[in-house]
T-cell receptor, first 118, second 111 residues
Framework: ETGVTQTPRHLVMGMTNKKSLKCEQH?????MYWYKQSAKKPLELMFV???????ENNSVPSRFSPECPNSSHLFLHLHTLQPEDSALYLC?????????????????FGPGTRLTVL | DAKTTQPPSMDCAEGRAANLPCNHS???????VYWYRQIHSQGPQYIIH???NNETNEMASLIITEDRKSSTLILPHATLRDTAVYYC????????????FGKGTLLTVNP
């Protein structure tokens, strides 16, 4: 596997279900991200993990729970979702600069998980 | 981060050059211009970035005006596979997660 992979690619769940989205990056990066893309809306940043530590949470409801066990894996645990949570969920990774360093803002995205909440 | 303005949609004939404009009049001195694109139902893909000078890579060219308030992404020979939403983003180089995606420009390449 190369790049950023996401599983499953498609998911249909009821509002009372609990499911998890998985993301894995094979690029040796140290930062990972979850984005949400609803129909006809820009990408919205949800969570950022830098060196396995959560560094940003953009006011995401608690029914979305991220987990980053190591720099290569990122999960998004879902429970009691609403129909308006149906969207494309994208994972990305990048190489954060070391202290005092600089890298270009290049994020590598996975193919996304198309989530439908019934 | 500075905000960007792009036209919502553009059309281009296959084989011709596609010129996608972006205004970023509030860009600050240490901010770069980045371009990404998103083909339907796929994740965004990095294309190119620049600070002051024009840049070229295997995918595209980036022309930045001298005052840095606007830029143009050029796809020299557009193909049908270049049909996508193109995002112009301004961000600093020291913090990867300060990328804010707007609505972008939907480029449709016609046969």
């Amino acid at each position: 596997e190369t790049g950023v992979t996401q599983t499953p690619r498609h998911l249909v769940m009821g509002m009372t279900n609990k499911k998890s989205l998985k993301c894995e990056q094979h690029l040796g990066h140290n930062a990972m991200y979850w984005y949400k893309q609803s129909a006809k809306k820009p990408l919205e940043l949800m969570f950022v993990y830098n060196f396995k530590e959560q560094t940003e949470n953009n006011s995401v409801p608690s029914r979305f729970s991220p987990e980053c066990p190591n720099s290569s894996h990122l999960f998004l645990h879902l429970h009691t979702l609403q129909p308006e949570d149906s969207a494309l969920y994208l994972c990305a990774s990048s190489q954060e600069p070391l202290a005092g360093g600089w890298v270009r803002n290049e994020q590598f995205f996975g193919p996304g998980t198309r989530l439908t909440v019934l | 981060d500075a905000k960007t303005t792009q036209p919502p949609s553009m059309d281009c004939a296959e084989g011709r050059a596609a010129n996608l404009p972006c205004n970023h009049s509030t860009i600050s001195g240490n901010e770069y211009v980045y371009w990404y694109r998103q083909i339907h139902s796929q994740g965004p893909q990095y294309i190119i970035h620049g600070l002051k000078n024009n840049e070229t890579n295997e995918m595209a060219s980036l022309i930045i005006t001298e005052d840095r308030k606007s830029s143009t992404l050029i796809l020299p020979h557009a193909t049908l596979r270049d049909t996508a939403v193109y995002y112009c983003i301004v961000g600093s180089g020291g913090s990867n997660y300060k990328l804010t995606f707007g609505k972008g420009t939907l480029l449709t390449v016609n046969p």
